[in-house]
């Protein structure tokens, strides 16, 4: 009788397998089992993904924050750079020029008692070639101006007079301040009177 029974209970499950309603269902039950499981797995998946880009951002964020501070520090130091060459640009020029006010000094002293014009014009010639020589030295040249064609870049006209001979119209024939150049740059233009 048993046979019987497990006989009837196979024919059963087979019928009830054929039966498309319950094939589906069956089908449906297997799926999702297998849903669940892929997608347990790409969960996990998926938090490792995120925990790890996560660990990258902070990373990322920590390097543009050090960057971000070395920039801000070269900014701060290259502006104090700049102050602190702005503020003793002139100091080695101008130290340069202090053997000379101390020529002057003992050169004044020197001709206080002295009634000599001729000993008194030598020590400031002296005087007069040793700062052009410093000058000269620190790229400062002066502008030959008169008897050259007047330029507007060089001189500056403060008067024009009526030409001696036609050769010098147009041309420099005074000049009343002299001009001065520094490395091919105009530091003062020189002060003229042009003939007409």
């Not at 902070?58 to 701060?76: C, H, S």
């Not at 100091?91 to 000094?105: H, M, Q, R, W, Y």
């Not at 030409?163 to 119209?169: C, F, G, I, M, T």
């Not at 105009?186 to 003229?192: D, E, G, I, P, T």
């Amino acid at each position: 009788m048993s046979d019987n029974k497990n006989k009837d209970t196979e024919k059963l499950h087979e019928q009830a397998t054929d039966a498309p309603e319950i094939r589906d269902v069956m089908d449906d039950s297997t799926d999702d089992t297998e849903t669940a499981d892929i997608t347990e797995n790409e969960a996990e998946g998926l938090m490792q993904e995120v925990q790890r880009l996560s660990e990258a951002l902070e990373k990322e964020k920590k390097d543009y924050l050090f960057l971000r501070a070395d920039f801000d520090n070269y900014r701060k130091r290259t502006l104090r750079d700049r102050e602190d060459l702005v503020r003793n640009a002139g100091e080695k020029v101008l130290k340069g020029l202090l053997p000379i006010i101390d020529d002057f000094e003992r050169g004044l002293a020197a001709t206080k008692d002295t009634e000599d014009a001729s000993a008194v014009r030598e020590g400031m010639e002296l005087i007069y070639n040793k700062l052009v020589k410093y000058l000269a030295d620190n790229g400062v040249k002066p502008i030959e101006s008169t008897g050259a064609d007047f330029d507007p870049d060089l001189h500056e006209a403060i008067a024009t007079i009526p030409a001696p001979s036609d050769d010098l119209k147009g041309k420099v024939v005074d000049t009343t301040t002299r001009g001065y150049m520094i490395n091919d740059k105009v530091l003062r233009h020189a002060k003229v009177a042009v003939g007409e």
